[in-house]
Every structure is written in structure tokens, then in C-alpha cells.
């Protein structure tokens, strides 16, 4: 019972670097989710898809890339790492859209220096 | 503009003390999530709640969601340090075919053995 999985857990860059964040679920979820977590900014939303094959933008998408590779996989990538990325990253599924819960995997905490 | 405004933002308690957290808003919502956050780990659902005026128990957690579905709080019975988080309220907003969740910035309790 796997649920979201997320790799790596943590990260450190140097500013200009790149590096992809990798996120699986094996719940047969149609949505999927990137938020950034920093203290005292709760969670924001980056990115999202839908379903297999969209993508939208949430909150704070400026800096990253995101691809719905297949129903299962959702990856953020950061092209060129800011110090101003420092943070928590989670991975979320839903099962469909809708009025549902969110499940999270356990995070990647990503230092840029 | 915060969507939802979550308070207290930090409490500490001394176990076996009763608590009440609240997320409060300007707009009137369909539904509101709360969340649990444990160090080093992603947002747990609790609970969701639809109906003005509802209240749902679970164990000595007491969630009520506002008559005008504005507001909600999240009541804790004889706090036990197994109840130490951040605790967060969320919301669900619809465009189409894309459903995406806003956070508040959560409440960070801490109860003291």
C-alpha cells in the first residue's frame, strides 16, 4: 500500500542547477497535484493536471515545469534552481475531480544554495 | 488576500487540556477539509464537512462547519501529545473539468507531556 511516493526526499542544488522531482501513484488517481510548503505561507499550489494528459497552473508556478507523463507519474521540474526555491515540496493525488480528499506523499525538501 | 484565515497560528498546551482552532473566511464554501500534519510527513485528511451547522465527531476531535459555511472550528478533547501538528483547513474550487484545493496556513499545536 504505497499510496504517493515521492523521490528524492531531500535535495540540495547550488543556484542554477537543474533537477526533477519525481512523483508516483499507484491508487489509479485521475488528479494530481505539486504544492510548496514554507514556514509561515502554509501550502501553495504550483501545478496540477487533471487527468492523463493536462496541466494547469495553480498559485506559484514562475521557475518550475511539470509533466503528467502517464496516469501514474506527475514530475516538477526545476530548470535553473533559485535560493527562493528552498523548500518543502509534496506530491498530492485525488481519485477524480471533484469535492474529494487529497492524498500526499511524505515530501521532498530541497535546499538551494 | 489570505482565502482562509486560520487561527491560532501556534498553541501550546500541557496534556489533557481542551482546545478549539478556527479557519475562518469572507466566502461561503460548499464544503471544508481539515488536515493533520505530522513532522516529516504530508497532510492527512480528517475530515470534510458540507452542511451548514454540521457537526462531525471523531474520537475527542469535534469539527463544526459554520451556519453561513464561512467558517469552521476544530475542537479538541483532553489533548494528548499523539495530537501535536500543524493542523490545516482547506477549500475546493471548481473551473471546468480542474478542481484544485487551497490551504489556510495551518495551526502548529504542540501538547506538552
Known amino acids: 500500500n504505497a499510496g504517493v511516493t515521492q523521490t528524492p526526499k531531500f535535495q540540495v542544488l547550488k543556484t542554477g542547477q537543474s533537477m526533477t522531482l519525481q512523483c508516483a501513484q499507484d491508487m489509479n488517481h485521475n488528479s494530481m497535484y505539486w504544492y510548496r510548503q514554507d514556514p509561515g505561507m502554509g501550502l501553495r499550489l504550483i501545478y496540477y493536471s487533471a487527468s492523463e494528459g493536462t496541466t494547469d497552473k495553480g498559485e506559484v508556478p514562475n521557475g518550475y515545469n511539470v509533466s503528467r507523463l502517464n496516469k501514474r507519474e506527475f514530475s516538477l521540474r526545476l530548470e535553473s534552481a533559485a535560493p527562493s526555491q528552498t523548500s518543502v515540496y509534496f506530491c498530492?493525488?485525488?481519485?477524480?475531480?471533484?469535492?474529494?480528499?487529497?492524498?500526499f506523499g511524505s515530501g521532498t525538501q530541497l535546499s538551494v544554495l | 488576500t489570505q482565502l482562509l484565515e486560520q487561527s491560532p497560528q501556534f498553541l501550546s498546551i500541557q496534556e489533557g487540556e481542551n482546545l478549539t482552532v478556527y479557519c475562518n473566511s469572507s466566502s461561503v464554501f460548499s464544503s471544508l477539509q481539515w488536515y493533520r500534519q505530522e513532522p516529516g510527513e504530508g497532510p492527512v485528511l480528517l475530515v470534510t464537512v458540507v452542511t451548514g451547522g454540521e457537526v462531525k465527531k471523531l474520537k475527542r476531535l469535534t469539527f463544526q462547519f459554520g451556519d453561513a459555511r464561512k467558517d469552521s472550528s476544530l475542537h479538541i478533547t483532553a489533548a494528548q501529545p499523539g495530537d501535536t501538528g500543524l493542523y490545516l483547513c482547506?477549500?475546493?474550487?471548481?473551473?471546468?473539468?480542474?478542481?484544485?484545493?487551497?490551504f489556510g496556513k495551518g495551526t502548529l499545536l504542540t501538547v506538552n507531556p
Open positions: 482547506a477549500v475546493g474550487s471548481s473551473g471546468g473539468s480542474n478542481y484544485k484545493l487551497t
Open positions: 498530492a493525488s485525488s481519485p477524480r475531480t471533484g469535492n474529494e480528499k487529497l492524498f
